[in-house]
């Protein structure tokens, strides 16, 4: 499966953006997907993950409460919407997809994105 993620920009805190994320291939409803995100001389960090069927979401406790993550397996598609977005936030952001509903570590996930860069400015 690819991945392209997109929906990043420069919005100002306590904003919102909503990152989208499509897959190409077949079979995408069998992938559990998560986001993560890699800030200038940090290591990539989980943000959040949606399971199969679109049930099942998990949260860094970072963000709890501000995003939310979603799937419409439909159109091959996976959104994280961000509300109340900090300077902190700021990082470029990735999608991806693993066996693994849940997985916290990128480890447990098999394909990826190539990033979109979201900046939030005080």
């Known amino acids: 499966v690819q991945l392209q993620a997109s929906g990043g920009g420069l919005v100002q805190s306590g904003g919102y953006l909503r990152l989208s994320c499509i897959a190409s291939g077949q079979d995408f409803g069998i992938y559990a997907v998560g986001w993560f995100r890699q800030a200038p001389g940090k290591e990539r960090e989980f943000v959040a993950a949606v399971g199969r069927n679109g049930v099942n979401t998990y949260y860094a406790n970072s963000i709890l409460g501000r995003f939310t993550i979603s799937r419409d397996n439909t159109k091959n598609m996976v959104y994280l919407q961000m509300n109340s977005l900090k300077p902190e936030d700021t990082a470029v952001y990735y999608c991806?997809?693993?066996?693994?509903?849940?997985?916290?570590?990128?480890?447990?996930?098999?394909?990826w994105g190539q990033g979109t860069l979201v900046t939030v400015s005080s």
């Open positions: 991806a997809a693993g066996l693994y509903p849940g997985a916290r570590s990128a480890a447990g996930y098999d394909y």
